[in-house]
Antibody
Framework: QVQLVESGGGLVKPGGSLRLSCAAS????????MSWIRQAPGKGLEWVSY????????YYADSVKGRFTISRDNAKNSLYLQMNSLRAEDTAVYYC????????????WGQGTMVTVSS | QSVLTQPPSVSAAPGQKVTISCSGS????????VSWYQQLPGTAPKLLIY???KRPSGIPDRFSGSKSGTSATLGITGLQTGDEADYYC?????????????FGGGTKLTVL
């Protein structure tokens, strides 16, 4: 079945780094845009970044631009988010999602991975 | 402060109908498709509506979407206790840096 599984979350100190991974299965990964979306504890959804099917087009939210890097490996059916210079306000559940760019909709979501930035 | 404005909460009795509004501007809802998501407690969001009013396979027709001008609305009929969840709208916003996706702040639905 169509599935996204995130991993790599954990506790990190302010200023530290973390790399999230998202393993896709059940669909042709290389045909789709992909995205990261986060949700701080008790808060709403915040779009973080998306990447085109080939990886040639990438956009970031202003809150993470210059600190986070999205990438993908179509041979491994995997999406990544390299997070550097982490801040307390980056504490959130990070979701990987398949992005239907023409419809502006996220149709498949992973279960999420928790990132906690604290000293 | 979200670019898209949703009421923080709505409530209705089982079997009744409820609507959830999502208000924006010409730089987002007014010129782009709107999608809606349901997030049950402790779970990941799920796509309910895309292209303003289309339902993905498996979403019951109790859920509907509409858009008029710079506002969009999610409607849910025949409310069930299992519909208690947070609901979010989403779209592009061209007033921000290029290629930005925005969500509403979310609406908590209580089925009394």
């Amino acid at each position: 079945q169509v599935q996204l599984v995130e991993s790599g979350g954990g506790l990190v100190k302010p200023g530290g780094s973390l790399r999230l991974s998202c393993a896709a299965s059940g669909f042709t990964f290389s045909d789709y845009y992909m995205s990261w979306i986060r949700q701080a504890p008790g808060k709403g959804l915040e779009w973080v970044s998306y990447i085109s099917s080939s990886g040639s087009t990438i956009y970031y939210a202003d809150s993470v631009k210059g600190r986070f890097t999205i990438s993908r490996d179509n041979a491994k059916n995997s999406l990544y988010l390299q997070m550097n210079s982490l801040r307390a306000e980056d504490t959130a559940v990070y979701y990987c999602a398949r992005f239907l760019v023409g419809e502006i909709a996220f149709d498949i979501w992973g279960q999420g991975t928790m990132v906690t930035v604290s000293s | 402060q979200s670019v898209l404005t949703q009421p923080p909460s709505v409530s209705a009795a089982p079997g009744q109908k409820v609507t959830i509004s999502c208000s924006g501007s010409s730089s987002n809802i007014g010129n782009n498709y709107v999608s809606w998501y349901q997030q049950l407690p402790g779970t990941a969001p799920k796509l309910l509506i895309y292209d303003n009013n289309k339902r993905p396979s498996g979403i019951p027709d109790r859920f509907s979407g509409s858009k008029s001008g710079t506002s969009a609305t999610l409607g849910i009929t025949g409310l069930q206790t299992g519909d208690e969840a947070d609901y979010y709208c989403g779209t592009w916003d061209s007033s921000l840096s290029a290629g930005h996706v925005v969500f509403g702040g979310g609406t908590k639905l209580t089925v009394l």
